[in-house]
């Protein structure tokens, strides 16, 4: 398998702008995650889904977020408006059941100017 | 309030010079306690699971502990190929949030 895939790897936008991140999880995976990773707050999670459904998403931290998962392997991060304090990077990881391990894609870099 | 909580926040090593990191976590039911390796631009890659203290896990020169309390990687001759961030993260019994992260170790392996 060819791990969880992430596009694009690094996006670089304008205040106010909308930014779409991607994410195809591992195939078979029912569980999938969106972290952000900054130096200041290391990694946080922001929602997660299992079988396309969001589960938890109390780590989204506003309403400019929202993610989709409309099928088992695609999900979409949106922000929108985008602003400077966006900037991080975005990291996609997917695990078969929920105690099983985390794996990770390589992340988006986002920067927001 | 569930915390993870890593020391150092950074290590330097002379290649060969052993030593440990910490990961020490306050949390109400622990499910299980995940090691990661993160290099530079890259996302964080899977090393290690423990699920009950007194379990050991080993990897090449890498060995993981848990206790009730905290949770060490041991590094056994580190080379400089072993310089990476290292996260901890929890899972918590009961909880539907996922993984809890600690900051991370940043170790650095000199030749």
């Known amino acids: 398998d060819a791990g969880v895939i992430q596009s694009p790897r690094h996006e670089v936008t304008e205040m106010g702008q909308e930014v779409t991140l991607r994410c195809k999880p591992i195939s078979g995976h029912d569980y999938l995650f969106w972290y952000r990773q900054t130096m200041m707050r290391g990694l946080e999670l922001l929602i997660y889904f299992n079988n396309n459904v969001p589960i938890d998403d109390s780590g989204m931290p506003e309403d400019r977020f929202s993610a989709k998962m409309p099928n088992a392997s695609f999900s979409t991060l949106k922000i929108q408006p985008s602003e400077p304090r966006d900037s991080a990077v975005y990291f996609c990881?997917?695990?078969?059941?929920?105690?099983?391990?985390?794996?990770f894609g390589p992340g988006t870099r986002l920067t927001v100017l | 309030e569930d915390q993870v909580t890593q020391s150092p926040e950074a290590l330097r090593l002379q290649e060969g010079e052993s030593s440990s990191l910490n990961c020490s976590y306050t949390v109400s039911g622990l499910r299980g306690l995940f090691w990661y390796r993160q290099d530079p631009g890259k996302g964080p890659e899977f090393l290690f699971t423990l699920y009950s203290a007194g379990e050991e896990k080993e990897k090449e020169r890498l060995k993981a502990t848990l206790t009730k309390k905290e949770s060490f990687l041991h590094i056994t001759a580190p080379k400089p190929e072993d310089s990476a961030t290292y996260l901890c993260?929890?899972?918590?019994?009961?909880?539907?949030?996922?993984?809890?992260f600690g900051s991370g170790t940043q170790l650095t392996v000199l030749p």
């Open positions: 990881a997917s695990s078969l059941t929920q105690a099983d391990t985390q794996y």
């Open positions: 993260a929890v899972s918590i019994s009961g909880s539907a949030r996922q993984l809890t």
